[in-house]
T-cell receptor, first 115, second 114 residues
Framework: AQSVTQLDSQVPVFEEAPVELRCNYS??????LFWYVQYPNQGLQLLLK??????LVKGINGFEAEFNKSQTSFHLRKPSVHISDTAEYFC?????????????FGGGTRVLVKP | ETGVTQTPRHLVMGMTNKKSLKCEQH?????MYWYKQSAKKPLELMFV???????ENNSVPSRFSPECPNSSHLFLHLHTLQPEDSALYLC?????????????FGPGTRLTVL
């Protein structure tokens, strides 16, 4: 069984400041890692994913994340946020060996970008 | 239309009603999913369909009944629901059911059970 912990439920940040959203996971098997974003009144949209290879993953809208296997973390960062980045962000994992594409999500982090 | 669409976007029903949620994907994908998003809990996977065959039922009560008549359509039939079933129900699709496949989500149906 897997679990995902997003350590911050809410993160207020000023426009043009950097932001880091923390994600830690627990799993007895190798996993794939994902970050999704949910804008108000919309479904989830993939920001980036780590499958293998380089541990630094670049995604859309200037976001990047780093996979750290020893710390079982996959933190998301953006060097300079915009008002339009106000949204809820979800970290998720899927079991590499599972028969189905089953995502386990964290509780989400709400980012509020202030002018 | 493109992507994943869901209807209705909002639904209010009584505990004795029967209703259905509809999801349609226009991406040519082979796998479809239902998720439940409650206010106080993480997103929960409910069902997974691959090529119209149910491959996962995540211990969901029988008052939720999924149907996948073809690879483009997915339904969630609801009956005798409880107030705690009020939530946002999200549909998603992916190319196949591999763990590497990105899931594409619809906007959801906001369900309120009175």
């Amino acid at each position: 069984a897997q679990s995902v912990t997003q350590l911050d439920s809410q993160v207020p940040v000023f426009e043009e400041a950097p932001v880091e959203l923390r994600c830690n996971y627990s799993s007895s098997v190798s996993v794939y890692l994902f970050w999704y974003v949910q804008y108000p009144n919309q479904g989830l949209q993939l920001l980036l994913k780590y499958l293998s290879g380089s541990t630094l993953v670049k995604g859309i809208n200037g976001f990047e994340a780093e996979f750290n296997k020893s710390q079982t973390s996959f933190h998301l960062r953006k060097p300079s946020v915009h008002i339009s980045d106000t949204a809820e962000y979800f970290c998720a994992v899927s079991d590499q060996g599972a028969a189905g594409n089953k995502l386990t999500f964290g509780g989400g982090t709400r980012v509020l970008v202030k002018p | 239309e493109t992507g994943v669409t869901q209807t209705p976007r909002h639904l209010v029903m009584g505990m004795t009603n029967k209703k259905s949620l509809k999801c349609e994907q226009h991406l040519g994908h082979n796998a479809m999913y239902w998720y439940k998003q409650s206010a106080k809990k993480p997103l929960e996977l409910m069902f997974v369909y691959s090529l119209e065959e149910r491959v996962e039922n995540n211990s969901v009560p029988s008052r939720f009944s999924p149907e996948c008549p073809n690879s483009s359509h997915l339904f969630l039939h609801l009956h005798t629901l409880q107030p705690e079933d009020s939530a946002l129900y999200l549909c998603a699709s992916s190319q196949d059911k591999r763990g590497t496949d990105t899931q594409y989500f619809g906007p959801g149906t906001r369900l309120t059970v009175l």
